[in-house]
């Protein structure tokens, strides 16, 4: 099964030269409103805030290749492409709520995923169409790489106490929050195809999206307070073991093979 998903892969992992423009330019837009406070502490500073959003723009952008790259390789491994999309419309939203709101209320709209059926991939599965299980799966996959990716650079931060490391940690968890959130694409008044990770995960089913949106917001706590306002390891050690915790639940709800 191992060299089975690690030969799909090979031949069929890729983001298509559309997905690197729109990852890239959201990036930017998303790096601005997250950045949009630390252009200068009393006045205006360009430098500052150039240097500040560039890094931003970075990190964000590490956080989803690292989301949407995990989201691929689970859809992979349940016979589907994976194809990840942008809604322009929401983001140039977040970026006016930015403005008006000073830069208080960073909203980032995370984009929307299509699972495409891939035929020969899906040659001997059970039920041969395409499963709200295998979707739900995929779009928990990104959230819980958010979220790993955030526990562990939870320990560098304590080591080094790195201002952009710390930074990292709350990108993660923003990106993660957002993506939860059950929303559908829209063109105008019409619904396109792609939705939200939380999406497909809601219609799977709604108590394990309550328990999975309510664990994200209650681990984010708990890995935030280990890190800035006890920081030490054994908490954070911990809260390592609590997710371990609600990740083998999570499996064992859904009939996951280990």
Same mark, same amino acid.
């Given at each position: 099964m191992v060299l089975e998903i690690i030969t799909r892969v090979r031949d069929e992992f890729r983001f298509s030269p559309r997905e690197q423009r729109e990852l890239f330019i959201s990036s930017l837009i998303f790096g601005f409103i997250l950045s949009f406070r630390k252009w200068g502490v009393v006045d205006f500073d360009v430098t500052s805030g150039f240097k500040n959003w560039i890094f931003s723009s970075i990190l964000i952008l590490l956080v989803m290749l690292a989301s949407i790259s995990m989201q691929k390789i689970f859809a992979l491994n349940d016979g589907y492409r994976l194809h990840y999309s942008w809604w322009l419309q929401?983001?140039?939203?977040?970026?006016?709520?930015?403005? @008006?709101?000073?830069?208080?209320?960073?909203?980032?709209?995370?984009?929307?995923?299509f699972f495409e059926h891939v035929k020969r991939l899906r040659m001997g599965r059970y039920r041969h169409g395409i499963n709200t299980k295998d979707l739900a799966v995929g779009s928990i996959a990104?959230?819980?790489?958010?979220?790993?990716?955030?526990?562990?650079?939870?320990? @560098?931060?304590?080591?080094?106490?790195?201002?952009?490391?710390?930074?990292?940690?709350?990108?993660?968890?923003?990106?993660?929050?957002?993506?939860?959130?059950?929303?559908?694409?829209?063109?105008?008044?019409?619904?396109?195809?792609?939705?939200?990770?939380?999406?497909? @995960?809601?219609?799977?089913?709604?108590?394990?999206?309550?328990?999975?949106?309510?664990?994200?917001? @209650?681990?984010?706590?708990?890995?935030?307070?280990?890190?800035?306002?006890?920081?030490?390891?054994?908490?954070?050690i911990l809260a390592m073991l609590v997710g371990l915790a609600v990740m083998f639940f999570f499996l064992k709800y859904i009939n996951y093979p280990f």
């Amino acid at each position: 099964m191992v060299l089975e998903i690690i030969t799909r892969v090979r031949d069929e992992f890729r983001f298509s030269p559309r997905e690197q423009r729109e990852l890239f330019i959201s990036s930017l837009i998303f790096g601005f409103i997250l950045s949009f406070r630390k252009w200068g502490v009393v006045d205006f500073d360009v430098t500052s805030g150039f240097k500040n959003w560039i890094f931003s723009s970075i990190l964000i952008l590490l956080v989803m290749l690292a989301s949407i790259s995990m989201q691929k390789i689970f859809a992979l491994n349940d016979g589907y492409r994976l194809h990840y999309s942008w809604w322009l419309q929401g983001i140039l939203m977040g970026l006016l709520i930015t403005f @008006i709101s000073v830069g208080y209320l960073p909203i980032i709209y995370p984009g929307t995923t299509f699972f495409e059926h891939v035929k020969r991939l899906r040659m001997g599965r059970y039920r041969h169409g395409i499963n709200t299980k295998d979707l739900a799966v995929g779009s928990i996959a990104g959230v819980v790489t958010n979220v790993f990716l955030a526990l562990m650079f939870g320990f @560098i931060y304590l080591a080094t106490e790195n201002y952009w490391v710390m930074q990292f940690i709350k990108f993660n968890f923003l990106y993660a929050f957002f993506s939860m959130l059950p929303l559908p694409r829209f063109g105008g008044l019409k619904l396109h195809a792609g939705a939200t990770p939380g999406i497909h @995960i809601f219609f799977f089913g709604r108590p394990l999206y309550v328990f999975i949106f309510s664990s994200l917001i @209650i681990y984010s706590l708990l890995i935030i307070s280990a890190i800035t306002i006890f920081g030490n390891f054994p908490l954070l050690i911990l809260a390592m073991l609590v997710g371990l915790a609600v990740m083998f639940f999570f499996l064992k709800y859904i009939n996951y093979p280990f």
